[in-house]
């Protein structure tokens, strides 16, 4: 089917008309050297970055489907929850023992997976302050039969379905927090999250950055959905998770192949200060945006199968040790 796509992307001119001057990935800082805080480009306010336009165009072509207006309406519901004030008496407590409670809160609430981090300023864009000095990640899984459909409605509404579920976890997560005397704000996922959610989500032993731009893990391959929550409560950070995806995406070409603008590069570049797998923004965005949100690079990736990451991280180890 993205072999198809492929052949076929034309961008809508109505769209392009609405790209501004600058490039994104100059905005991203592609080939900078200097390490610097990232800029807003897409999903905040749309006044902070010059691509506000097209961030509204999106919304304007997305299908009037009952799936997706379920998954909005439920979405809805979820963003409007309030969530209780900090209590007034502080609980003190290890940080390991912190760190046992918010995972068992975190997973009883619906996460599959809950790391911890230390709060590092670079991770912050711009525009904001630097929020508390924890983060607490959340990772949600997408469902595979769902998402292999990328770009077609069931899998748009599955990324619905899913920043729905980061949002009940993240403000269940943060109401906890409040109830144990601490500060804590949830960032769900989308819209609006003040700071990058790859680079923690690695930090905190998620897994590794593919190919295709997204944290690939060891459970769950490329269907990882992130949210998190950032506070002062003094938690276990934990440790990366490396079990040789950079090694596997140098060799695999799923994704490259499978990306029907091109966006994806089969080797590392500069960005920031950082070598690192980069997405090229122009490319990326005109058919991520008429195609619902898009998603092939993640649904061709060979870690989404289920059964697979467990068979590959095998066949690594046994690679690396005959090295
Ligand atoms: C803007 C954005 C987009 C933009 C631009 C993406 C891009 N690559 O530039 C658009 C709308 C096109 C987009 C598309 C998609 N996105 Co998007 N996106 C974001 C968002 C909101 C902000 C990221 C950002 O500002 N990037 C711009 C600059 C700063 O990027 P960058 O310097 O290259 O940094 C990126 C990485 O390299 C990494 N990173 C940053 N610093 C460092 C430092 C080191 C050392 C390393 C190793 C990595 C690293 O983090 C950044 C994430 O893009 C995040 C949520 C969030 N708050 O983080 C989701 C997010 C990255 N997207 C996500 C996904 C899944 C997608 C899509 C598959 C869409 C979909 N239907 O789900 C596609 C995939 C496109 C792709 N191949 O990247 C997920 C990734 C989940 C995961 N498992 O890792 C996130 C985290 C959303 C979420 N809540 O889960 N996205």
């Given at each position: 089917?993205?072999?198809?796509?492929?052949?076929?992307?034309?961008?809508?001119?109505?769209?392009?008309?609405?790209?501004?001057?600058?490039?994104?990935?100059?905005?991203?800082?592609?080939?900078?050297?200097?390490?610097?805080?990232p800029s807003p480009i897409y999903w905040q306010t749309p006044e902070l970055?010059?691509?506000?336009?097209l961030m509204e165009w999106f919304y304007s072509q997305i299908p009037d489907d009952e799936r997706m207006n379920?998954?909005?309406?439920?979405?809805?519901?979820?963003?409007?929850?309030?969530?209780?004030?900090?209590?007034?008496k502080k609980i003190n407590k290890s940080p390991e023992e912190w760190a046992r409670l918010v995972k068992e809160v975190g997973l009883k609430n619906g996460a599959n997976i809950i790391g911890i981090?230390?709060?590092?300023?670079?991770?912050?864009?711009e525009t904001y302050d630097v929020p508390h000095k924890t983060v607490i990640m959340v990772a949600v899984a997408m469902d595979f039969e769902e998402l292999r459909t990328?770009?077609?409605?069931?899998?748009?509404?599955?990324?619905?379905?899913?920043?729905?579920?980061?949002?009940?976890?993240?403000?269940?997560?943060?109401?906890?927090?409040?109830?144990?005397?601490?500060?804590?704000?949830?960032?769900?996922?989308?819209?609006?999250?003040?700071?990058?959610?790859?680079?923690?989500?690695?930090?905190?032993g998620f897994g590794e950055l593919?190919?295709?731009?997204?944290?690939?893990?060891?459970?769950?391959?490329?269907?990882?959905?992130?949210?998190?929550?950032?506070?002062?409560?003094?938690?276990k950070i934990d440790r990366p998770d490396a079990f040789g995806v950079d090694d596997f995406c140098l060799n695999c070409r799923a994704c490259e192949n499978g990306c029907p603008p091109n966006a994806l590069a089969p080797v590392k570049q500069l960005v920031r200060g950082a070598r690192k797998w980069y997405v090229d923004f122009d490319k990326c965005l005109p058919f991520f945006n008429e195609n619902m949100g898009c998603a092939i690079c993640l649904a061709v990736c060979p870690w989404s199968h289920p059964g697979v990451p467990q068979n590959l991280i095998r066949k690594l180890a046994k690679k690396s040790s005959v090295k």
């Open positions: 089917m993205s072999r198809k796509l492929k052949a076929k992307f034309i961008p809508n001119p109505e769209q392009m008309a609405l790209m501004p001057d600058i490039s994104g990935n100059v905005i991203n800082g592609l080939g900078e050297e200097k390490a610097r805080r970055t010059p691509f506000g336009p379920a998954a909005q309406r439920d979405r809805a519901k979820t963003l409007a929850v309030k969530i209780s004030p900090v209590a007034q981090a230390r709060m590092r300023p670079e991770w912050v864009i990328a770009p077609e409605i069931p899998a748009a509404v599955e990324v619905i379905r899913q920043y729905d579920r980061g949002h009940r976890v993240s403000k269940a997560l943060a109401t906890w927090i409040h109830q144990q005397g601490w500060a804590a704000l949830p960032y769900g996922g989308s819209g609006n999250v003040p700071m990058l959610l790859i680079p923690p989500a690695l930090e905190c593919g190919k295709h731009g997204s944290v690939i893990n060891r459970d769950y391959g490329s269907t990882l959905r992130l949210a998190c929550v950032v506070t002062d409560m003094p938690i």
